[in-house]
């Protein structure tokens, strides 16, 4: 079935550095790709997404990559802060009623 | 606008009671969806709505139910509750389906002893 994998699922960097966290697909006919940043006892909230038709979107500090053919989406975080440190969701949808998400990775991000 | 608001936050249930986890969104959105998030689990979808009147299962449907009797309530009702049920619950909501920003209320995190 449908599914979205997401690693690594804990992640710890030191303020300043950047972060990596990597998603891979299965439905081809996937073609949105959002991310939402979690912290503690909230709801979700999105902080970038992607489009199938574009490789790569930029909005600050935060970037998110897209390779359709291998089925692989990445957000990258660079010159990271406290602030940061929470859990983030990747996820994919085809359209109509349904978001597959990833299992989510859990940010550290020590001062 | 408030967003969407659920409630209540949290919730302690016994085996085999009911209750009902509010949400109301005030964004005029048609599409709302009930999801729970387990650990390590990321986010599962209980019930999604395309409209007033209009409400259909997603992936774990079993044990619950909703009504949408109009745009802005979405209600989800658990009944004869299980310990299985233990979960942190979130509402959200869309203008017009999946491909876009999902909207989600603050949660409701209930426990079932």
């Known amino acids: 079935g449908e599914n979205v994998e997401q690693h690594p699922s804990t992640l710890s960097v030191q303020e300043g550095d950047s972060a990596v966290i990597k998603c891979t697909y299965s439905?081809?006919?996937?073609?949105?790709f959002p991310w939402y940043k979690q912290e503690l006892g909230k709801g979700p909230q999105l902080i970038i997404d992607?489009?199938?038709?574009?490789g790569e979107k930029k909005d600050q500090r935060i970037a998110v990559t897209l390779n359709k053919t291998a089925k692989h989406f990445s957000l990258h975080i660079t010159e990271t802060q406290p602030e940061d440190s929470a859990v983030y969701f990747c996820?994919?949808?085809?359209?109509?009623?349904?978001?597959?998400f990833g299992a989510g990775t859990r940010l550290f991000v020590k001062a | 606008n408030a967003g969407v608001t659920q409630t209540p936050k949290f919730r302690i249930l016994k085996i085999g009671q009911s209750m009902t986890l509010q949400c109301a969104q005030d964004?005029?959105?048609?599409?709302m969806y009930w999801y729970r998030q387990d650990p390590g689990m990321g986010l599962k979808l209980i019930y999604y709505?395309?409209?007033?009147?209009?409400?259909d299962k997603g992936e774990v449907p079993n044990g619950y139910n909703v009504s949408r009797s109009t745009t802005e309530d979405f209600p989800l009702r658990l009944e004869l509750a299980a310990p299985s049920q233990t979960s942190v619950y979130f509402c959200?909501?869309?203008?017009?389906?999946?491909?876009?920003?999902?909207?989600f209320g603050s949660g409701t995190q209930l426990s079932v002893l």
């Open positions: 959200a909501s869309t203008k017009s389906g999946a491909r876009e920003k999902l909207f």
């Open positions: 439905d081809s006919a996937s073609n949105y």
């Open positions: 992607i489009r199938s038709n574009v």
């Open positions: 996820a994919a949808s085809k359209g109509g009623f349904k978001t597959i």
């Open positions: 964004m005029n959105h048609n599409y």
């Open positions: 709505s395309v409209g007033a009147g209009i409400t």
